[in-house]
C-alpha cells in the first residue's frame, strides 16, 4: 500500500512538471511571435494618425537595434528633461540604465511625429524607411515597450511613454496607451505592466484614474508594505482575463503584507 502511495505520488509530480514546462514552453512561444513581428502598427494603420485638440500627428513603428544615433540622443534627452525632476539624486544612475535598455533588440517603439499636412497611411514610414530620413516633421514623442513574462502572464510591459510638452494635455498620452493594449491583445498578452515613479502625482492619476490601472500585487508595496515604503515606485497593471487577474492583481490591499495572509 505505501508503495503505491509513493508511486502515484511520483507520477502526479512527473504530471505536474510537465505542465509546468508544457505552458512555459507556451508562454515563451506567444512572446517569440509577438517579439518577431517588425511592425505592430501595421494591424492598426487606423490609429497612425491623430488628430483632435489642435494637434496633428502620425506614428511610426521602431525597434531598439535599428535605433539611429539621432534618435538615441532625442530619447535620452526628452527622458532628461521630463523625468530628472522625479528621480532626484537616483537620476545619473537611473539614466545610465534608461541608456542600456533604450537599445536592447528586444525593444520595441511607436514614435510620435508632428505633421504639418495631412499624412496618408501610404506616407506612414516604416522602420525600414529609417528614422532620421526626411520626414513630414518632427519628433514629439515615444512610447518603449516590449513583451515579456511576469508571473508567468504573457505581458506588454511599458517602459515609456515620453511626450513633448506641445503635445500634452491634448489626449494624445491616453490614445498612445490604448494602442498598446489593443497591440497586447492581439498579441496574446494577458495584461499591460508599468511603472511609475511616486513623486510623479500627475502620472498616477493618469494611469489609475484616467486609464482605470491598478498597483499590481507585484509591486513593492504589495509585495511588503515596509520594503515598499522604502522604494520610489509603484508597479501598475491592467489585466485582460481572469488568470492574469489573478496572478498579478490579487491581494491588491496597500496594508496587508503577503507574509501576513498566510
Known amino acids: 500500500m505505501e508503495y503505491n502511495k509513493a508511486s502515484q505520488s511520483a507520477k502526479e509530480k512527473k504530471l505536474r512538471r510537465k505542465e509546468v514546462l508544457e505552458k512555459k514552453k ?14 505592430h502598427l ?20 521602431g525597434n531598439g537595434d535599428h535605433l539611429s544615433p539621432p534618435t538615441k ?12 525632476r522625479y528621480y532626484g539624486h537616483e537620476w545619473p544612475t537611473e539614466e545610465k540604465v534608461k541608456r542600456r535598455e533604450m537599445g536592447v533588440p528586444e525593444a520595441r517603439y511607436i514614435f510620435v511625429r508632428q505633421s504639418n499636412t495631412n499624412a496618408t497611411n501610404d506616407q506612414i514610414k516604416r522602420p525600414e524607411d529609417g ?14 515597450y516590449r513583451f515579456v513574462v511576469e508571473e508567468d502572464v504573457p505581458v506588454a510591459y511599458v517602459y515609456e ?5 506641445c503635445a500634452k494635455g491634448k489626449g494624445l498620452g491616453k490614445f498612445l496607451m490604448q494602442l498598446v493594449e489593443l497591440i497586447a491583445r492581439k498579441n ?3 495584461a499591460v505592466v508599468l511603472t511609475v515613479q511616486k513623486a510623479n502625482e500627475f502620472a498616477m492619476n493618469f494611469y489609475t484614474n484616467k486609464l482605470r490601472y491598478v498597483i499590481s500585487s507585484i509591486s513593492p508595496s504589495r509585495v511588503d508594505p ?3 515604503a522604502e522604494k520610489s515606485y509603484e508597479i501598475l497593471c491592467k489585466t485582460f482575463d481572469p488568470e492574469a487577474k489573478g496572478k498579478l492583481e490579487v491581494n491588491n490591499s496597500p496594508n496587508l503584507s503577503n507574509a501576513q495572509k498566510i
Open 131 to 144: 528614422l532620421d530620413d526626411a520626414g513630414i516633421e518632427q519628433l514629439v514623442g515615444f512610447v518603449h
Open 226 to 228: 515596509l520594503i515598499g
Open 188 to 190: 496574446k498578452m494577458g
Open 42 to 61: 501595421v494591424s492598426f494603420l487606423p490609429f497612425c494618425q491623430y488628430q483632435r485638440n489642435g494637434l496633428s500627428v502620425y506614428l511610426e513603428s
Open 161 to 165: 511613454l515620453q511626450l513633448e510638452s
Open 26 to 39: 507556451a508562454i515563451d512561444e506567444i512572446i517569440r511571435k509577438a517579439t518577431s513581428v517588425t511592425d
Open 73 to 84: 540622443k532625442y530619447i535620452q534627452n526628452l527622458l532628461k528633461v521630463n523625468m530628472e
